[in-house]
């Protein structure tokens, strides 16, 4: 019985030495919190980093939509979660705006292979941009509305934007994108690791080898 007591005094001195070191009101659960606050602080860093190259694009190119900046920076997540416009769409709580979605995400020089089945030949549609033909002109020329060419034009456009920065844009979203898993990954470790749990088996060994 004095053996236990002993043990316990000295696990209480432990956890003194701790909090005199760290300034810190709990061994166990205040580790815990500030690391899954660090966490909630890394997956911010992630999507200011995003936010900022969705501010340079947008000066860059002029980019134009009723999407705010938050519904854009959850565009680029979900696109390369594989989510299509609906999918995001319904994730933005907003399902009647997948055409807003698809437009804004082709402007950020994300695209799909769908975004390149056009009903005509693309080439076409390039040749007679180039020869500076009016939209209803293509239209007629190609059997199709101005809205299809409109389009299309628009992917047409991004995709030379994109070539022409040697695809910079998509490069940096990814980039963002994978550094932000890292580190949610390292802090699964963390927490894993170092749970509360081993942490009080780590004074339980203390006290036993002193």
């Known amino acids: 019985m004095d053996g236990t007591n002993t043990d316990s005094k000295k696990v209480e001195q432990l956890t003194d030495i701790f909090h005199d070191i760290t300034g810190e009101s709990s061994?166990?659960?205040?580790?815990?919190?500030?690391?899954?606050?660090?966490?909630?602080?890394?997956?911010?860093?992630?999507?200011?980093?995003?936010r900022s190259i969705i501010r340079e694009m947008t000066d860059e190119y002029g980019i134009q939509t009723s999407l705010d900046e938050d519904e854009l920076v959850t565009v680029v997540q979900r696109y390369h979660a594989g989510e299509g416009g609906r999918e995001i769409a319904r994730t933005l709580g907003t399902p009647n705006r997948d055409k807003t979605i698809t437009r804004a995400r082709v402007s950020l020089h994300l695209f799909r292979d769908t975004d390149f089945d056009a009903p005509f030949e693309l080439s076409r549609l390039r040749e007679l941009l180039d020869q500076d033909a009016s939209n209803e002109e293509i239209a007629d020329t190609l059997s199709t509305s101005k809205s299809t060419v409109r389009a299309y034009a628009r992917v047409l456009a991004a995709e030379a934007e994109a070539e022409q920065a040697s695809h910079e844009y998509q490069s940096r979203f990814k980039q963002a994108l994978?550094?932000?898993?890292?580190?949610?990954?390292?802090?699964?470790?963390?927490?894993?690791?170092?749970?509360?749990?081993?942490?009080?088996?780590?004074?339980?060994?203390a006290v036993g080898s002193s």
């Open 27 to 50: 061994t166990t659960e205040r580790q815990h919190e500030d690391r899954w606050a660090s966490v909630s602080a890394d997956s911010s860093d992630g999507n200011d980093t995003i």
């Open 178 to 205: 994978t550094d932000a898993e890292t580190d949610n990954d390292d802090t699964d470790q963390f927490s894993e690791t170092v749970s509360p749990t081993a942490y009080a088996s780590g004074l339980e060994d």
